[in-house]
């Protein structure tokens, strides 16, 4: 079996047929690193579990509390946050 | 290494080979029988008059009033209260043959049917652009037929199937688009992406999760270019939505959009979860697996995206009322690809791995074992396949050639339909479809057909199945399930129909599953009663004839 080991995220990006590489999201040939899509995984899942949570909260008059949707809702932002904290380790390699 | 040592390592290589062929060999085999029982079965419903599954027969009507020039999306409170709650391009993409046959079952099915091909071609072609191995290619596209769920709804009068193909087609060219040098190209190819994703919009909504994971994944290689086409998919699908919306006076959306706001049943969306999962976890785990390493270990693919989306969203959506297994079909197809790129890459051993803090805890350290690990995941990958094929094993328990079979292996018949089914039609909201129909079923059909020819043209009859009414030239009076859950919304005024009904003007009532409005069926059994009930396809048709009332 082949394993390949990129050495270093330049490697990584050489794998890539030197994509072009930039730090500003909306330039020509952006594209998300590991560390970028963890931290943007990480705040999707505080905002959206804060959100859901947060609509029993402000809804107060609802009956029923969390309903098995919003549990599994609450359970994938909360995945998220926990994926988004492990990708931002990972540095700059490509997403 | 030494010369024994390297010889012993050479004759592993070559028994691992050879039993990697052998398994493989039975892979084939059993999938390609599954392939064989969904063609018997696609023949066999291509050559029924009448409804199979609940609702086909509305898809037709659907065809015609398109083949004619005509919106379904009409006034459902006035007659013949008839309505549609699904988009159209499935129906449309049949006019042609509706011109040619008229208001036949055979097209709708068999178009159905050489979509679910397409599909496992797709899926085919995907695991092999990724994995370059012809034999898993192979079995990936029959795994996608193998599965019940897909072969439940693969030949029917049913736009889901076409939907699932659009899907997979779009999901296909968008793939390695973003990596395309040539701007030309390029543009092109995602047009080609989102034209595909909008014509699964179009032939049903669910579509929708699909494209969240498109976009998602443009988004990761290219946020600039996700935002571009993101915003040009909102305008031509927006724009197609309105354009509807104003030809149908509104009818459109309520019978599109606010019909299908239903209820949410936690036990129906957690059984058909598990039959999900029971079914195919074999090439689920596979699937999983490979996502995380793309997660981690290599770029994310648009496929890792494609079968979260679906099959998060698919497992919340299966739990509305009227959902089913079919729900998953999506999912399936992705797990195929993944679980396919999965083997293919073992049997290639094809892998690379990003140098992190995860490849050095738990990639490093088996780097010395690779000969070994490779020769392990030469048996597994066959035995996956294996297991996936008795996982979703099914078939009719008789007739010719399957009959025999069935006594060989002890398979029996747990649907009380000769008709082996993996999960035996116990699940709630699981298809309790698969089985063949008989000729039984067909003259019984035509009893019926018969009942409502013996009523004077000029007397409407109300079927809840629209064949026969088609069969018999009448209008079609209805379309049941939408006028039910438009009025759980109260989006529906039912006097008009239940003042037909108190006056007994129709000569006949065909009732199946009863899925009218509660006002209405209470009407019907106040001034109608039952004459005869009439089994087709293991269901039973009441046949309702004017109550004599006392004045």
């Given at each position: 079996?082949?394993?390949v080991?990129y050495?270093?995220?330049?490697?990584a990006?050489d794998?890539e047929d030197?994509m072009l590489?930039?730090r500003?999201?909306?330039?020509?040939?952006?594209a998300?690193?590991?560390r970028?899509?963890?931290?943007?995984l990480?705040?999707?899942?505080?905002?959206?579990f804060?959100?859901?949570?947060?609509?029993?909260i402000?809804?107060?008059?609802?009956?029923?509390?969390?309903?098995?949707v919003?549990?599994?809702a609450?359970?994938?932002?909360?995945l998220s946050?926990?994926?988004g904290?492990?990708?931002?380790?990972?540095?700059?390699?490509?997403? | 290494m030494s010369?024994?040592?390297?010889?012993?390592?050479?004759?592993?290589?070559?028994?691992?080979?050879i039993?990697?062929?052998?398994?493989?060999?039975i892979?084939?085999?059993?999938?390609?029988?599954?392939?064989?029982?969904?063609v018997?079965?696609a023949?066999?419903?291509?050559n029924f008059?009448?409804d199979?599954?609940?609702?086909?027969?509305?898809?037709?009507?659907?065809?015609?009033m398109?083949?004619?020039?005509e919106?379904?999306?009409a006034?459902?409170e006035t007659?013949?209260f008839?309505?549609?709650?699904?988009?159209?391009?499935y129906h449309?993409?049949?006019?042609?043959?509706?011109w040619?046959?008229?208001?036949e079952?055979?097209y709708?099915?068999?178009?159905s049917?050489v979509?679910?091909?397409?599909?496992a071609?797709?899926?085919?072609?995907a695991?092999y652009?990724?994995?370059?191995?012809?034999?898993?290619?192979?079995?990936?596209g029959l795994a996608?037929?193998?599965?019940?769920?897909?072969?439940?709804?693969?030949?029917?009068?049913r736009?889901h199937?076409?939907?699932?193909?659009?899907e997979?087609?779009?999901?296909?060219?968008?793939?390695n688009?973003?990596e395309?040098?040539?701007?030309?190209?390029r543009?092109?190819?995602?047009a080609?992406g989102?034209?595909?994703?909008?014509a699964?919009?179009?032939?049903k909504?669910?579509?929708?999760?699909?494209?969240?994971?498109?976009?998602?994944?443009?988004f990761i290689?290219?946020p600039?270019?996700?935002?571009?086409?993101?915003?040009g998919f909102?305008?031509?699908g927006?724009?197609?939505?309105?354009?509807?919306t104003i030809g149908?006076?509104?009818?459109?959306?309520?019978?599109t959009?606010?019909a299908?706001v239903?209820?949410?049943?936690?036990q129906q969306?957690f059984g058909?979860?598990?039959?999900w999962?029971?079914m195919?976890?074999?090439l689920i785990?596979?699937?999983?697996?490979?996502?995380?390493y793309?997660?981690?270990?290599?770029?994310i693919s648009?496929?890792?995206l494609?079968?979260i989306?679906?099959?998060?969203?698919?497992?919340?959506?299966?739990g509305?009322?009227?959902?089913?297994?079919?729900?998953?079909?999506?999912s399936?197809a992705?797990?195929?690809?993944?679980?396919?790129?999965?083997?293919?890459?073992?049997?290639?051993?094809?892998?690379a791995?990003?140098?992190?803090?995860?490849s050095?805890?738990f990639?490093?350290?088996?780097r010395?074992?690779?000969g070994?690990?490779?020769?392990?995941?030469?048996?597994?990958?066959?035995?996956l396949?294996?297991?996936?094929?008795l996982?979703?094993f099914?078939?009719p328990?008789?007739?010719a050639?399957y009959e025999q079979?069935?006594d060989?292996?002890?398979?029996?018949?747990?649907?009380?339909?000769?008709?082996h089914?993996?999960?035996?039609?116990?699940t709630?909201?699981?298809?309790?479809i698969?089985?063949?129909?008989?000729?039984?079923d067909?003259?019984?059909?035509?009893?019926?057909?018969?009942?409502?020819?013996?009523?004077?043209?000029?007397?409407?009859?109300?079927?809840?199945?629209?064949?026969?009414?088609?069969r018999?030239?009448r209008?079609?009076i209805t379309?049941?399930?939408?006028?039910m859950?438009?009025?759980?919304?109260?989006?529906?005024d039912?006097?008009?129909l239940?003042?037909?009904?108190?006056?007994?003007?129709?000569?006949?009532i065909v009732?199946?599953?009863q899925?009218y409005?509660?006002d209405v069926?209470?009407?019907?059994?106040?001034?109608?009663?039952?004459?005869q009930?009439?089994?087709?396809?293991g269901f039973s048709?009441?046949?309702?004839?004017?109550?004599?009332m006392?004045?």
């Amino acid at each position: 079996m082949t394993i390949v080991i990129y050495q270093t995220s330049n490697n990584a990006l050489d794998i890539e047929d030197r994509m072009l590489y930039s730090r500003t999201m909306f330039r020509q040939n952006f594209a998300f690193t590991k560390r970028q899509l963890g931290f943007l995984l990480l705040i999707i899942g505080i905002v959206g579990f804060g959100t859901i949570f947060g609509i029993d909260i402000i809804d107060a008059g609802r009956e029923g509390g969390v309903g098995p949707v919003q549990r599994v809702a609450l359970f994938v932002m909360a995945l998220s946050a926990v994926i988004g904290l492990s990708l931002i380790p990972l540095g700059d390699d490509l997403a | 290494m030494s010369e024994s040592a390297e010889q012993q390592s050479t004759s592993r290589r070559l028994s691992a080979d050879i039993i990697y062929r052998v398994l493989i060999g039975i892979a084939l085999i059993l999938l390609l029988f599954q392939g064989v029982v969904y063609v018997s079965y696609a023949i066999n419903l291509i050559n029924f008059p009448f409804d199979y599954d609940q609702g086909e027969g509305f898809e037709l009507v659907d065809v015609m009033m398109f083949s004619e020039g005509e919106f379904p999306y009409a006034n459902i409170e006035t007659y013949p209260f008839y309505g549609s709650i699904y988009p159209p391009l499935y129906h449309v993409l049949l006019v042609p043959f509706a011109w040619l046959f008229g208001a036949e079952y055979w097209y709708g099915r068999l178009f159905s049917f050489v979509t679910t091909l397409i599909s496992a071609g797709a899926i085919g072609y995907a695991v092999y652009q990724a994995g370059r191995n012809r034999t898993i290619a192979l079995l990936a596209g029959l795994a996608f037929l193998a599965s019940p769920i897909v072969y439940h709804i693969g030949p029917l009068f049913r736009q889901h199937i076409s939907m699932v193909m659009f899907e997979i087609i779009g999901v296909v060219l968008l793939a390695n688009a973003s990596e395309i040098k040539n701007t030309s190209k390029r543009r092109r190819r995602l047009a080609l992406g989102f034209i595909f994703l909008i014509a699964a919009g179009y032939t049903k909504q669910l579509a929708a999760f699909t494209a969240i994971a498109a976009l998602a994944f443009l988004f990761i290689r290219n946020p600039r270019r996700s935002i571009f086409w993101g915003i040009g998919f909102a305008i031509v699908g927006g724009g197609i939505f309105a354009l509807l919306t104003i030809g149908t006076d509104g009818h459109w959306w309520t019978q599109t959009v606010v019909a299908n706001v239903k209820d949410f049943f936690p036990q129906q969306a957690f059984g058909l979860l598990r039959v999900w999962w029971e079914m195919h976890a074999l090439l689920i785990v596979p699937a999983a697996i490979y996502v995380v390493y793309e997660l981690y270990f290599d770029r994310i693919s648009i496929y890792s995206l494609w079968f979260i989306s679906t099959t998060v969203l698919s497992a919340m959506s299966a739990g509305t009322w009227g959902a089913g297994d079919s729900y998953y079909a999506t999912s399936i197809a992705a797990f195929c690809v993944l679980s396919g790129i999965f083997a293919a890459k073992i049997i290639e051993r094809n892998w690379a791995f990003y140098d992190n803090y995860l490849s050095r805890l738990f990639v490093h350290p088996l780097r010395r074992y690779t000969g070994q690990i490779s020769n392990v995941g030469l048996m597994i990958v066959p035995l996956l396949y294996i297991g996936y094929a008795l996982m979703t094993f099914h078939m009719p328990t008789s007739g010719a050639g399957y009959e025999q079979i069935a006594d060989v292996f002890g398979i029996s018949d747990n649907t009380g339909r000769n008709f082996h089914d993996p999960d035996g039609y116990t699940t709630l909201a699981y298809a309790q479809i698969g089985h063949f129909t008989t000729d039984e079923d067909i003259q019984n059909g035509y009893r019926i057909v018969d009942i409502i020819k013996a009523v004077p043209d000029d007397i409407p009859v109300l079927s809840e199945e629209a064949a026969f009414s088609l069969r018999t030239n009448r209008a079609v009076i209805t379309n049941p399930v939408v006028l039910m859950i438009l009025s759980w919304v109260n989006a529906f005024d039912s006097s008009e129909l239940v003042g037909m009904i108190r006056n007994q003007e129709f000569g006949v009532i065909v009732l199946k599953a009863q899925f009218y409005p509660t006002d209405v069926l209470l009407a019907i059994t106040e001034f109608y009663e039952e004459e005869q009930r009439i089994p087709m396809n293991g269901f039973s048709y009441m046949i309702l004839r004017p109550r004599q009332m006392e004045n």
